[in-house]
């Protein structure tokens, strides 16, 4: 039926265990047991998104998820948390197959512990240099993002970044190019450029099983490409990484929490690392209240540029099939 797009997507399906080489990014407060058991038991890989949870929080998520389908589903950890060691045995515990390190460069030892037991270690670099750095340490495969994502953003372009690694990098390993797709065609054409597999977010933070609160479902009903604004940065010294979320108040609060923290860091009550976590629990907390309360006015309400192509709830079924489906017509028109 998708004869040519699994033939495209071989080695990513053979990676990921699964029908189809379609991974759900993590999305903090989305991508919890509901939504990543939905995709895997449609034929996709879900993942969780640990973001802020603690050891036992990831371990009460993991067990739920695996009460839900028998299919192979990762976990996203964030390179930064200060408990990431303690999260990795958690995922070692449960025998999780792959864990996703993002948010930053894998701290040292980390890649090792994840290996150690027996897992497959799937990481993001926002350039070649980097990438094959972490290719050559140990990791088994690449996710390359670009700037259309929702969420924690680099600043080149999906395609860009397609042209620049596909070529060099795909001939050897496995690379997923996620960022702005919302279409079948588009997954067809990063194939074509030898990519294993592509990952989405924001067309399935809608789906029926997404646990978001119905008004954080019609902020992304309503929007368009142009809505899915980056947060700007303030203060050169306070780098922070940029978010695409939907222009509302709560990024307007967001530069004033930045001036904030500035002038701690000015003041020298906190350092560098305090700061940026800081910015991070800011993150944390505005996501939960649109996702969760549907304060969609003041919380954030993270998307990436695709978000004017989700238009109804539909289930994580149905937008697979729709993806596969397109992306075989498009394959099939050559």
């Known amino acids: 039926?998708?004869?040519?797009?699994?033939?495209?997507?071989?080695?990513?399906?053979?990676?990921?265990?699964?029908?189809?080489?379609?991974?759900?990014?993590?999305?903090?407060?989305?991508?919890?047991?509901?939504?990543?058991?939905?995709?895997?038991?449609?034929?996709?890989?879900?993942?969780?998104?640990?973001?802020?949870?603690?050891?036992?929080?990831?371990?009460?998520?993991?067990?739920?998820?695996?009460?839900?389908?028998?299919?192979?589903?990762?976990?996203?950890?964030?390179?930064?948390?200060?408990?990431?060691?303690?999260?990795?045995?958690?995922?070692?515990?449960?025998?999780?197959?792959?864990?996703?390190?993002?948010?930053?460069?894998?701290?040292?030892?980390?890649?090792?512990?994840?290996?150690?037991?027996?897992a497959k270690v799937m990481v993001f670099a926002p350039t070649l240099a980097l990438a094959k750095r972490l290719l050559r340490s140990g990791a088994d495969a690449l996710v390359i993002e670009g700037s259309e994502a929702g969420g924690h953003i680099g600043p080149v372009a999906t395609s860009v970044l397609a042209q620049e690694f596909l070529p060099a990098l795909a001939e050897d390993y496995v690379v997923f190019v996620a960022g702005g797709i919302g279409r079948g065609e588009m997954i067809a054409s990063y194939l074509e450029m030898g990519a294993s597999g592509v990952q989405l977010g924001t067309r399935f933070a809608c789906a029926s099983e997404s646990i978001a609160h119905p008004n954080f479902k019609q902020a992304f009903f309503r929007a368009n490409a142009r809505d899915a604004e980056a947060s700007v940065q303030v203060d050169p010294r306070l780098p922070v990484i940029p978010v695409r979320a939907l222009k509302n108040k709560g990024t307007e609060e967001f530069t004033a929490k930045q001036r904030e923290v500035a002038a701690l860091l000015d003041a020298g009550k906190v350092d560098m690392e305090q700061a940026q976590l800081e910015i991070e629990h800011f993150w944390a907390g505005a996501l939960r209240r649109a996702v969760i309360d549907g304060d969609v006015e003041t919380g954030s309400v993270m998307a990436g540029q695709s978000v004017g192509m989700v238009s109804r709830e539909e289930p994580a079924a149905e937008i697979i099939a729709q993806l596969m489906t397109e992306s075989e017509a498009a394959l099939s028109r050559g």
């Open 1 to 118: 039926m998708y004869d040519k797009t699994h033939s495209l997507m071989q080695r990513g399906r053979a990676f990921l265990g699964t029908e189809h080489a379609i991974l759900c990014g993590a999305m903090s407060w989305v991508s919890e047991r509901n939504l990543v058991a939905a995709i895997s038991n449609a034929g996709g890989f879900g993942v969780i998104a640990c973001g802020a949870m603690t050891p036992d929080l990831l371990d009460a998520e993991i067990a739920a998820t695996k009460a839900l389908t028998g299919k192979p589903f990762g976990v996203n950890l964030i390179t930064m948390h200060p408990l990431l060691f303690d999260l990795i045995a958690v995922c070692a515990n449960h025998k999780v197959s792959h864990v996703v390190l993002a948010g930053g460069i894998p701290p040292k030892g980390s890649v090792e512990a994840i290996k150690e037991a027996g």
